[in-house]
């Protein structure tokens, strides 16, 4: 079965050092999210691709995040420098296209900032 | 502006128990999708249903039943004889036609432990 994948699963990384996550969406998907989970709330999107083209990116800190896909197959999502309050789950998702007719999520990158 | 409440923050059941999880939602839109997403310890989010705003039929699939009321904005969920598997935390969420869709609120989530 088709899956999204993400790498790594778990992060420990000292505040101030940069760190990146990957995400291979299912094969096809032209619509890859970027989610942002903290402990004991729901996931609050980051940044929404379209192919290669961000969408929406209205809520990531762009002050230290950034994103990109280049290719508009697989992402990167990256954080320098890395701060304590960045500690959550980042959860990369993908869809057919536009318009969120069914999102499937990949298991996500526990990110711990020490 | 979009917001989605789920006033459960935790709900224990014994197996086998019926247990309902609550979802209000707001939007001032007249076009929008509700869903909900079952998130496991593994950490994925697992799709489990979508019901476009125009339809307020009840939904069943097994275990599972849906009741959307727009009325009172709500759109709850049941699970029926439930199972140790079911034990997860389970969020609603919204998205609307403004957005094109694109945008989805998700709740605070519901965790269900369902005991042996």
């Known amino acids: 079965e088709a899956e999204v994948a993400q790498s790594p699963r778990y992060k420990i990384t000292e505040k101030s050092q940069a760190v990146a996550f990957w995400c291979d969406p299912i094969s096809g998907h032209a619509t890859l999210y970027w989610y942002r989970q903290i402990l004991g709330q729901g996931p609050e999107l980051l940044v929404q691709f379209q192919d290669e083209s961000v969408v929406d990116d209205s809520q990531l800190p762009k002050d230290r995040f950034s994103a990109e896909r280049l290719k508009g197959v697989d992402s990167t999502l990256k954080i320098q420098p890395a701060e304590l309050g960045d500690s959550a789950m980042y959860l990369c998702a993908s869809s057919e296209h536009r318009g969120n007719t069914e999102a499937f999520f990949g298991q996500g990158t526990r990110l711990t900032v020490v | 502006a979009q917001k989605v409440t789920q006033a459960q923050t935790e709900i224990s059941v014994v197996e086998k128990e019926d247990v309902t999880l609550d979802c209000v939602y707001e939007t001032r839109d007249t076009t929008y999708y509700l869903f909900w997403y079952k998130q496991p310890p593994s950490g994925e989010l697992v799709f489990l249903i979508r019901?476009?705003?125009?339809?307020?039929q009840n939904e069943i699939s097994g275990r599972y039943s849906w009741n959307f009321q727009k009325s009172t904005s709500s759109f709850n969920f049941t699970i029926t004889a439930s199972q140790v598997v079911d034990s997860a935390v389970y969020f609603c969420a919204l998205s609307e036609a403004e957005t094109s869709y694109d945008k989805v609120i998700f709740g605070p989530g519901t965790s269900l432990s369902v005991i042996p």
């Open positions: 019901r476009n705003s125009f339809d307020e």
